[in-house]
């Protein structure tokens, strides 16, 4: 551990020194820590709906996006200053990365080359090149949990039943932690069980496997339900637009982007090297296979598939396997693909006759990679102040194309320009009135509009008119956005282009509730993931018991 921790520190040196690496999804991550960190000061403890998206109109980001890095993140950003909340997001995945190989490793290699092992994989070029060209920190946090998941599915398919817990937690924490990774999860726990079932010619793996791939779901079902269910309410497919669809991603593609054609052949450069490096090892520790089992063929396939995976020649994989096509850019198979490497490579160095020459070449090799990244890196500081003066300010963030709701256009929206940038001045009002018979004239006079409390998910207001009119809300339409007039619920309308939410409110004076209520789909959620919590809970309780029963009954036995 103290080796990963300094192979981590090593990682982050640089922003110690140059301030922020803003790679492709810096603000996105940011944004989202800072609205739920606000969101905690209002005493909203687990946040649905992204306030400050859309420049403060909002959207649904955090039914979709899994919350193990949103949180962990606002976390760090609420007890450390923001600038050095990303640094230590990456250090503490780094360190449980090389936590988990080493995890996995220990039970198959020495203990020099289970430490190899650990560091190999937490400071791997994949890893590398998603801290400082892309900071995806979700999908680094749950390239940390890989090797758990892959763990518990060894264990459960070695040991069986007893070991269901041990793939089900880490595989449901990965889940809640990046959906593209979890996706090239799930196929890389159902591709090893199904060489499991190939080679005992058994169903035996199926079904316990299946049973724990199970669980995992249940344990998750929390987020996982509502965020398939409420797909239907946000345009989920722009997530596969131009440029960002597997069949433009393989390893070194072509297109008419020149930026995007650089940084897809700089990935591919990496995964080439990967590829290479991981097929030789394997070579060498082809000899060794016996001492491995079935572990063997298990991280064989699993780097055969992942490597097929990135080119074109498994397009129609990408096309007919459920839900793989989320995932978007096969070179983010090296992520399954690193896992094969740290472990193959610090096998075939532990059969070397010059085991330093070897690992000291191999972390010059990536320190010399490190230092290309970070050279080539985008470093930006004002990333950080920059969205938190415009929460601060009122303005808000930009948005997601795939979380807008159904028919809205967050380009159209009031204070927007076409390019889909907040224009300068003050934001737009929370509230403002429209005459009922005009509504596309503002009301001059006649009208009075108070808020009483606005919060992420609540908004109290009243209004005072001696006519009717259409009250605009700073907030699109979203099912779950439940609307009362003086206590009795209402049906709202929304602006055509925008989605913007239009209250109708009859002459007179009137309050107003917004409030963000549960579904049926977040509470059916919820039971399950509870239900599958206790049933494990009780299950893990069970097992513990009769392993310590049988143990002492065969100690009696001899004994006797």
Same mark, same amino acid.
């Given at each position: 551990?103290? %080796?990963?921790?300094?192979?981590?520190?090593?990682?982050?040196?640089?922003?110690?020194?140059?301030?922020?690496?803003?790679?492709?999804?810096?603000?996105?991550?940011?944004?989202?820590?800072?609205?739920?960190?606000?969101?905690?000061?209002?005493?909203?403890? +687990?946040?649905?709906?992204?306030?400050?998206?859309?420049?403060?109109?909002?959207?649904?980001?955090?039914?979709?996006?899994?919350?193990?890095?949103?949180?962990?993140?606002?976390?760090?950003?609420?007890?450390?200053?923001w600038k050095l909340a990303p640094g230590a997001f990456v250090w503490l995945a780094l360190v449980l990365a090389g936590y988990s190989m080493w995890r996995f490793a220990r039970e198959y290699l020495p203990r020099g080359q289970a430490a190899g092992a650990a560091v190999l994989y937490a400071v791997n070029p994949y890893h590398?090149? $998603?801290? =400082?060209?892309?900071?995806?920190?979700?999908?680094?946090?749950?390239?940390?949990?890989?090797?758990?998941?892959?763990?518990?599915?060894?264990?459960?398919?070695?040991?069986?039943?007893?070991? %269901?817990? *041990?793939?089900?937690?880490?595989?449901?924490?990965?889940?809640?932690?990046?959906?593209?990774? $979890?996706?090239?999860?799930?196929?890389?726990?159902?591709?090893?069980?199904?060489?499991?079932?190939?080679?005992?010619?058994?169903?035996?793996?199926?079904?316990?496997?299946?049973?724990?791939?199970?669980?995992? +779901?249940?344990?998750?079902? +929390?987020?996982?339900?509502?965020?398939?269910?409420?797909?239907?309410?946000?345009?989920?497919?722009?997530?596969?637009?131009?440029?960002?669809?597997?069949?433009?991603?393989?390893?070194?593609?072509?297109?008419?982007?020149?930026?995007?054609?650089?940084?897809?052949?700089?990935?591919?450069?990496?995964?080439?090297?990967?590829?290479?490096?991981?097929?030789?090892?394997?070579?060498?520790?082809?000899?060794?296979?016996?001492?491995?089992? *079935?572990?063997?063929? =298990?991280?064989?396939?699993?780097? $055969?598939?992942?490597? %097929?995976?990135?080119?074109?020649?498994?397009?129609?994989?990408?096309?007919?396997?459920?839900?793989?096509? @989320?995932?978007?850019?096969?070179?983010?198979?090296?992520?399954?693909?690193?896992?094969?490497?740290?472990?193959?490579?610090?096998?075939?160095?532990?059969?070397?006759?010059?085991?330093?020459?070897?690992?000291?070449?191999?972390?010059?090799?990536?320190?010399?990679?490190?230092?290309?990244?970070?050279?080539?890196?985008?470093?930006?500081?004002?990333?950080?102040?920059?969205?938190?003066?415009?929460?601060?300010?009122?303005?808000?963030?930009?948005?997601?194309?795939?979380?807008?709701?159904?028919?809205?256009?967050?380009?159209?929206?009031?204070?927007?320009?076409?390019?889909?940038? $907040?224009?300068?001045?003050?934001?737009?009002?929370?509230?403002?009135?429209?005459?009922?018979?005009?509504?596309?004239?503002?009301?001059?006079?006649?009208?009075?509009?108070?808020?009483?409390?606005?919060?992420?998910?609540?908004?109290?207001?009243?209004?005072?008119?001696?006519?009717?009119?259409?009250?605009?809300?700073?907030?699109?339409?979203?099912?779950?956005?439940?609307?009362?007039?003086?206590?009795?619920?209402?049906?709202?309308?929304? *602006?055509?282009?925008?989605?913007?939410?239009?209250?109708?409110?009859?002459?007179?004076?009137?309050?107003?509730?917004?409030?963000?209520?549960?579904?049926?789909?977040?509470?059916?959620?919820?039971?399950?993931?509870?239900? @599958?919590?206790?049933?494990?809970?009780?299950?893990?309780?069970?097992?513990?018991?009769?392993?310590?029963?049988?143990?002492?009954?065969?100690?009696?036995?001899?004994?006797?």
């Amino acid at each position: 551990m103290l %080796l990963v921790a300094v192979a981590a520190t090593v990682v982050i040196a640089p922003m110690l020194f140059l301030g922020q690496a803003s790679g492709h999804d810096f603000q996105f991550h940011l944004a989202s820590w800072l609205d739920v960190a606000g969101q905690w000061r209002e005493g909203i403890l +687990f946040p649905r709906w992204a306030e400050w998206a859309n420049w403060g109109f909002g959207e649904p980001r955090f039914i979709f996006y899994p919350p193990a890095s949103w949180m962990l993140g606002a976390g760090l950003g609420s007890i450390l200053p923001w600038k050095l909340a990303p640094g230590a997001f990456v250090w503490l995945a780094l360190v449980l990365a090389g936590y988990s190989m080493w995890r996995f490793a220990r039970e198959y290699l020495p203990r020099g080359q289970a430490a190899g092992a650990a560091v190999l994989y937490a400071v791997n070029p994949y890893h590398l090149a $998603v801290v =400082y060209y892309r900071s995806d920190f979700a999908e680094l946090l749950a390239s940390a949990l890989l090797p758990l998941v892959l763990w518990g599915t060894v264990r459960v398919l070695r040991d069986g039943w007893r070991s %269901l817990p *041990e793939l089900a937690f880490p595989f449901a924490a990965m889940w809640l932690t990046n959906a593209p990774a $979890v996706v090239l999860a799930t196929y890389s726990v159902a591709l090893i069980i199904f060489v499991s079932f190939v080679l005992r010619r058994t169903v035996r793996p199926l079904i316990a496997g299946g049973s724990a791939m199970a669980a995992g +779901f249940g344990l998750a079902a +929390f987020y996982i339900l509502p965020a398939a269910w409420e797909q239907r309410w946000v345009q989920i497919d722009q997530i596969l637009t131009d440029l960002l669809r597997p069949s433009q991603n393989f390893l070194f593609t072509k297109a008419k982007n020149p930026e995007f054609l650089f940084f897809n052949w700089k990935m591919s450069t990496i995964a080439l090297c990967v590829i290479l490096t991981t097929s030789i090892s394997a070579i060498f520790v082809a000899r060794r296979r016996k001492d491995f089992g *079935e572990v063997w063929w =298990y991280l064989l396939w699993l780097g $055969v598939a992942a490597t %097929l995976l990135m080119f074109p020649v498994s397009l129609l994989a990408w096309r007919w396997l459920p839900k793989l096509q @989320f995932v978007q850019f096969p070179w983010r198979w090296l992520g399954p693909l690193d896992f094969v490497f740290a472990f193959f490579l610090a096998t075939a160095f532990g059969n070397s006759k010059r085991q330093w020459l070897c690992w000291t070449t191999t972390f010059v090799l990536l320190g010399g990679l490190g230092a290309a990244i970070v050279n080539d890196a985008w470093w930006d500081s004002e990333d950080i102040p920059v969205v938190a003066t415009g929460i601060k300010t009122g303005h808000g963030y930009e948005g997601t194309d795939e979380y807008q709701p159904q028919g809205a256009s967050r380009y159209d929206l009031p204070g927007v320009n076409a390019d889909g940038d $907040v224009v300068s001045g003050p934001p737009a009002p929370r509230l403002a009135a429209f005459s009922a018979s005009d509504p596309g004239a503002a009301l001059a006079t006649g009208a009075s509009l108070n808020v009483e409390r606005w919060t992420a998910d609540t908004k109290v207001f009243s209004s005072a008119s001696s006519v009717p009119i259409v009250v605009a809300v700073r907030l699109l339409t979203y099912p779950p956005w439940q609307v009362t007039i003086d206590g009795e619920p209402v049906r709202v309308g929304s *602006e055509t282009e925008t989605r913007q939410m239009l209250i109708p409110v009859r002459a007179g004076t009137h309050r107003m509730v917004v409030r963000f209520g549960t579904t049926w789909d977040r509470k059916l959620g919820a039971a399950i993931s509870g239900l @599958f919590l206790i049933v494990l809970l009780i299950f893990m309780f069970a097992a513990r018991g009769h392993f310590s029963a049988s143990k002492n009954s065969r100690g009696n036995y001899h004994a006797g």
